[in-house]
């Protein structure tokens, strides 16, 4: 066994010239009215939230529209800071306005705990879309489930 313990910090000096999701487009692309079709999300009941975006620069563009969540806390262990649910890849000519949807659902916020066992629990859950570019934009809904859920692997 190695006598030498390899320590990584938490936290990091990276600092990458391009955010995640970044492209090298020349317009100007505006997100607006996120909208969450209920506030609270359980299991067995989707919800939908839906966003609008506007191609306000002069060049006609494609966007990668980015959706990610970050449970506030979890009694088990600490939960992912922001974790990818789901994304698209809009064309956007000058001027125009798309409106993209995506279906979040419970189940896709279960986690494996410390007695491997496939869990949800209950908290707080912050919805970002793009949160590494200027754009970010978030809602916020409640994650209500039982916390003694566990989910049946497939």
Do not use: C
Request: hydrophobic share 35%; aromatic share 12%; glycine share 4%.
């Amino acid at each position: 066994q190695a006598s030498t313990t390899i320590w990584q910090p938490s936290f990091s000096d990276y600092n990458p010239q391009w955010a995640f999701g970044y492209g090298l487009g020349y317009s100007e692309v505006v997100y607006s009215n996120i909208t969450v079709s209920s506030t609270d999300l359980r299991v067995g009941q989707p919800i939908t939230v839906s966003i609008s975006i506007t191609n306000q620069g002069p060049y006609a563009q494609k966007e990668p529209v980015l959706l990610f969540t970050n449970q506030e806390y979890r009694f088990d262990m600490a939960p992912e800071h922001l974790r990818l649910r789901d994304f698209d890849k809009i064309d956007l000519a000058v001027g125009e306005t798309r409106h993209v949807s995506f279906t979040l659902r419970a189940e896709q916020l279960a986690f494996w705990d410390s007695e491997n066992k496939k869990r949800i629990e209950p908290s707080p859950l912050n919805i970002s879309i793009n949160p590494y570019t200027q754009q970010n934009t978030t809602a916020q809904v409640m994650l209500d489930v039982n916390p003694d859920n566990i989910i049946a692997s497939p």
